[in-house]
């Protein structure tokens, strides 16, 4: 039996900050709790530049009290869908680039836990109206530039980072990735059944969410269930996903 077929089935979700997973991808991970996957969230940034946009005052103080707030909401939210663990990486929030620091600490996550599926952020923007600018926040394409960069080639190549080899942190393959965000788009995912706790796990983000829950949450249903008429489904999430070769490509869930 080869490697490949004797991994687990475990899955890792790459994001910058906390609510980055909840609002991209929460409904497909639910579901891939449900399938029995073992998934792992990996947050870069501290979330310490998420305070109310009004504020007078903000130092280190302020930030730490931030940062705190939402890594608890984070943890809150993964709970809801199931996730296995969440790994905080604590960069300054605002400042993430793709740099060889975030590219190993990468590495060592992918190495350490060896999930076979990534989701991440798009590196690239989509230049389309309905896009809207938010999406697309400078930790957003840093995050999805260093995770690729992580996972092809570093992660499954002994020559990059050899003093992880040290760490006993072998070279590890990842089979498929799904990128959100992506200017193309390929690969719905049905998330009729789970789309209820996308909405219970975004919830969690209270700081984030804001005062008027029940609107936003309409939205983004609304958003699910256009996405999910186009493909001829329920309420589904998009991504663009692509292989690290060796892998039969499979029809969308339905």
């Known amino acids: 039996m080869s490697e490949e077929q004797s991994q687990k089935n475990v899955a890792m979700v790459v994001m910058a900050h906390p609510d980055d997973a909840e609002f991209s991808s929460a409904g497909t991970v639910a579901g891939w709790v449900r399938q029995g996957w073992e998934v792992y969230y990996v947050i870069v940034a501290d979330g310490a530049a998420g305070g109310p946009d009004d504020a007078t005052e903000v130092g280190p103080e302020q930030r730490k009290l931030w940062a705190e707030i939402r890594k608890e909401e984070q943890l809150a939210a993964a709970k809801v869908l199931g996730v296995k663990e969440v790994i905080f990486l604590n960069y300054p929030d605002g400042q993430v680039e793709p740099s060889m620091a975030l590219r190993r600490d990468l590495v060592r ?82 998330i009729t059944e789970t789309v209820d706790l996308k909405i219970e796990a975004l919830r969690a983000h209270t700081t984030q969410t804001g005062p008027d829950f029940e609107g936003m949450e309409t939205r983004i249903r609304s958003m699910l269930a256009q996405t999910g008429e186009k493909y001829k489904l329920g309420a589904a999430e998009i991504f663009h996903r692509v292989e690290n070769g060796g892998l039969p490509a499979p029809k969308p869930d339905k």
């Open 109 to 190: 996550c992918l190495r350490r836990y060896k999930p076979l599926r990534v989701i991440c952020q798009s590196p690239e923007r989509a230049w389309v109206p309905q896009m809207f600018l938010g999406r697309y926040h400078p930790d957003h394409l840093a995050a999805g530039v260093a995770t690729l960069a992580a996972i092809y080639p570093a992660s499954q190549n002994p020559w990059d980072f050899p003093e992880l080899l040290q760490e006993g942190l072998l070279p590890h393959k990842v089979l498929e990735v799904y990128i959100s965000g992506s200017p193309n788009p390929n690969f719905p995912v049905d």
